[in-house]
């Protein structure tokens, strides 16, 4: 079963790999500007009505950095993933067609930079939760809704407010987008080992 698998997904030579960096270049390119355009806009929506990207809680300030990273590895993959559009019109001629290594190679760059964007938003969101939790489980439990948690020792009261949940959404939007940049990136790694119109 596995090998019928495996024959099915094979192109055939006739398939062609620049088409296939073109589509899956575009593709993943606007796959990537709208789900990150989607939290810089609950950012700015955030920011119009409350006057503050953090909201009342205070973060940790490891996380600022971390989504930062995040952020910017998104870019890189948005750049990443044009590059492949315009990669294809030298695959497809043979004069400027690149090595079928070199083009491996810059599918796996790809995928790795997918990879480190999901890890890092992973450890941004866990880091969230976790914080998050803590302020809910410092306020007394009584049954009933918190969003206030006076901390022991504490100067003022710290609010957990829909910052909080925007912000987390945020990260899940970004991680979704990262999780189809990678199975993208992992077809273009698995299209340039196989066979095509191009590397017969």
Do not use: C
């Not at 596995?2 to 575009?26: D, I, M, T």
């Not at 810089?40 to 953090?54: A, D, E, P």
């Not at 450890?123 to 948690?149: C, D, I, K, N, R």
């Amino acid at each position: 079963m596995f090998n019928k698998l495996a024959e099915s997904l094979k192109p055939s030579q006739s398939h062609s790999l620049a088409n296939a960096f073109r589509r899956l270049g575009w593709t993943g390119f606007w796959v990537q500007v709208v789900m990150g355009a989607l939290p810089v806009i609950l950012m700015f929506y955030t920011f119009v009505f409350s006057r503050s990207l953090t909201g009342p809680r205070a973060g940790l300030a490891l996380v600022e950095y971390l989504t930062m990273i995040s952020f910017l590895i998104l870019v890189f993959t948005i750049v990443w993933f044009y590059r492949y559009t315009r990669l294809a019109p030298r695959i497809a001629d043979a004069s400027t067609r690149p090595s079928q290594s070199a083009l491996t190679a810059t599918a796996w760059t790809g995928v790795v930079a997918s990879v480190l964007g999901i890890l890092f938003s992973m450890t941004v969101m866990l880091l969230e939760v976790g914080h998050l939790l803590f302020y809910f489980l410092s306020a007394p439990q009584a049954g009933v809704p918190v969003v206030q948690a006076q901390m022991a020792g504490a100067v003022g009261a710290s609010w957990v407010s829909a910052v909080d949940i925007m912000s987390l959404m945020s990260l899940i939007l970004l991680l979704g987008a990262e999780v189809a940049v990678l199975i993208f990136g992992l077809w273009l790694v698995f299209r340039t080992t196989q066979t095509s119109a191009e590397f017969a």
